[in-house]
């Protein structure tokens, strides 16, 4: 069975890039679509976007111009960038698999924005 | 972008009981497009219902949902010990998508 596993920082710089990984294993990273989706401490759950296979991608308004998703099919894993974070970017980050609802989800992995 | 809003927050209730948990949602939502979700503490959120009504699959047949516009239900016919989670709902009918912020349902 697909199986996700969020990786990067768990730390990153206030006005720093924040970037993480998620890997799929048990299957393949085609023809699906993949998102990312972030849980904000006392704010519940956000959409961060998604990102097809094919590397088409969608992102939250709110978030677009510091937003980057990306895909390796060769390495079966896509990847996010968030730039110029700042205190309201710390969250417990998901990755997922599908477009507009989601069928897998990784464990979250907890990033903390701090000067 | 579309608020969701959920209800009750917390929900006590026994093992057998039946669960009613609410979605408002701030404007209609286009086509029923709501799904929610079970989250349980250490473990990936679990799609239950999408399209209002539509159970994922392998999701058991006391977990329904229904509704439309702005207003969506999730039932849960007979709680079972395993039911006790959080459930969100979201909307995926407007982008960009947006969560509740969750209901609660512990025991009694």
């Known amino acids: 069975q697909v199986q996700l596993l969020e990786s990067g920082p768990g730390l990153v710089k206030t006005s720093e890039t924040l970037s993480l990984t998620c890997t799929v294993s048990?299957?393949?990273?085609?023809?699906?679509?993949w998102s990312w989706i972030r849980r904000l401490p006392g704010k519940g759950l956000e959409w961060i976007g998604y990102?097809?296979?094919?590397?088409?991608?969608n992102y939250n308004p709110s978030l677009k111009s510091r937003v980057t998703i990306s895909v390796d099919t060769s390495k079966n894993h896509f990847s996010l960038t968030v730039t110029s974070v700042t205190a309201a970017d710390t969250a417990i980050y998901y990755c997922?698999?599908?477009?507009?609802?989601?069928?897998?989800w990784g464990q979250g992995t907890l990033v903390t924005v701090s000067s | 972008e579309i608020v969701l809003t959920q209800s009750p927050g917390t929900l006590s209730l026994s093992p057998g009981e039946r669960a009613t948990l609410s979605c408002r949602a701030s404007?209609?939502?286009?086509?029923?497009?709501l799904a929610w979700y079970q989250e349980k503490p250490g473990q990936s959120s679990r799609l239950l219902i999408y399209?209002?009504?539509n159970r994922a699959t392998g999701i058991p047949d006391r977990f329904s949902g229904s509704g439309s516009g702005t207003d969506f239900t999730l039932t849960i016919s007979r709680l079972e010990p395993e039911d006790f989670a959080v459930y969100y709902c979201?909307?995926?009918?407007?982008?960009?998508?947006?969560f509740g912020q969750g209901t609660k349902v512990d025991v009694k």
């Open positions: 997922a698999r599908g477009k507009t609802t989601w069928t897998v």
């Open positions: 048990g299957g393949s990273i085609s023809p699906y679509y």
């Open positions: 990102i097809y296979y094919s590397g088409t991608t």
């Open positions: 404007q209609s939502v286009n086509s029923s497009s």
């Open positions: 399209g209002a009504s």
């Open positions: 979201q909307q995926y009918g407007s982008s960009p998508w947006t």
